[in-house]
């Protein structure tokens, strides 16, 4: 089975060493998706897996087959941004802008998570569902690093969009 890769198919890679960030950025030449640590510590590489995130680093290509693969370069269409870039861009959430494609990406998929009602560390009860408040949002948001200090403009963001507040 192919990798489905912003809706189309790619052929997994033959060596079965290849990070499925190596497969995008450099075979594929979708460069949105960042390396950052190449650790899993940073969240500079996230991309959603079936709708969920993941370390593009620490996932390998061959890992990928049969599964859909959405990068940064598919959530928008050519002429209106993703409504959490235009928050982003509304709330000052980004200064190198390093980051903010793994940003973003994770906070889609918060949203996603919240709605289904997935619990997180700080969640009060689990049999809630989570409200979306800035603490609960700073600890699923733990995984992304932002060197620069636009983290509160990206905590703003990411609020604004899980709220339905844009």
């Known amino acids: 089975?192919?990798?489905i890769i912003n809706g189309h198919d790619v052929a997994a890679p033959a060596d079965p060493r290849v990070s499925l960030l190596d497969l995008l950025r450099e075979r594929l030449d979708l460069t949105g998706t960042k390396k950052g640590c190449n650790q899993g510590a940073c969240g500079a590489c996230t991309v959603l897996i079936d709708?969920?995130?993941k370390l593009s680093c620490?996932?390998?290509a061959v890992q990928c087959d049969g599964h859909d693969i959405t990068t940064i370069e598919?959530?928008?269409?050519v002429d209106s941004l993703h409504p959490l870039q235009a928050a982003f861009i509304e709330t000052d959430?980004?200064?190198?802008?390093?980051?903010?494609?793994?940003?973003?990406?994770s906070g889609i998929a918060l949203r996603g998570e919240m709605q289904r009602?997935?619990?997180?560390h700080v969640t009060p009860r689990l049999e809630d569902v989570p409200e979306a408040s800035n603490e609960e949002i700073r600890e699923r948001m733990s995984g992304n690093i932002c060197r620069c200090g636009a983290n509160n403009g990206i905590i703003e963001a990411i609020s604004s969009y899980v709220r339905g507040t844009l």
């Not at 598919?74 to 269409?77: F, M, N, Q, R, Y």
């Not at 009602?117 to 997180?120: C, L, N």
């Open 1 to 3: 089975m192919p990798i």
């Open 51 to 53: 709708g969920q995130r």
């Open 58 to 60: 620490l996932s390998l």
């Open 74 to 77: 598919a959530i928008s269409e």
């Open 93 to 105: 959430g980004f200064q190198c802008g390093y980051c903010t494609p793994g940003q973003i990406m």
């Open 117 to 120: 009602g997935a619990p997180s």
